[in-house]
Nanobody, 119 residues
Framework: VQLQASGGGLVPAGGSLRLSCVPS????????MGWYRQAPGKQREWIST???????????SVKGRFTISRDNARDNMQNPVYLQMDSLKPDDTCVYYC??????????WGQGTQVTVSS
């Protein structure tokens, strides 16, 4: 499984960005996809997950501001996963990583995309 993430950039506080993650490879093995982020000197932090069935979960730090989605969400794991980020804060400045987990528990990571929020 390969994950291609894109969409990062520089945005002022209060602005919005949308990240995209395109999966390829043996998509049928994927059960979950989502996003993590990592700030310099800190551990990677889970942000959001979307399941094969289209259910979503969010970390408290982004709930109500970020939205994860996938076109025709249910069972269409080959479609890109998006992370719509609104009301961005300087604390959201991180490298954002797309993530996928297979039914057997294997984790896959994209290459990371930098998001910088200016104050």
């Amino acid at each position: 499984v390969q994950l291609q993430a894109s969409g990062g950039g520089l945005v002022p506080a209060g602005g919005s960005l949308r990240l995209s993650c395109v999966p390829s490879g043996i998509i049928s093995t994927i059960n979950y996809m989502g996003w993590y982020r990592q700030a310099p000197g800190k551990q990677r932090e889970w942000i959001s997950t979307i399941t094969r069935g289209g259910s979503t979960r969010y970390a408290d730090s982004v709930k109500g501001r970020f939205t994860i989605s996938r076109d025709n969400a249910r069972d269409n794991m080959q479609n890109p996963v998006y992370l719509q980020m609104d009301s961005l804060k300087p604390d959201d400045t991180c490298v954002y990583y797309c993530w996928a987990r297979s039914y057997t528990g294997n984790d896959y990571w994209g290459q990371g995309t930098q998001v910088t929020v200016s104050s």
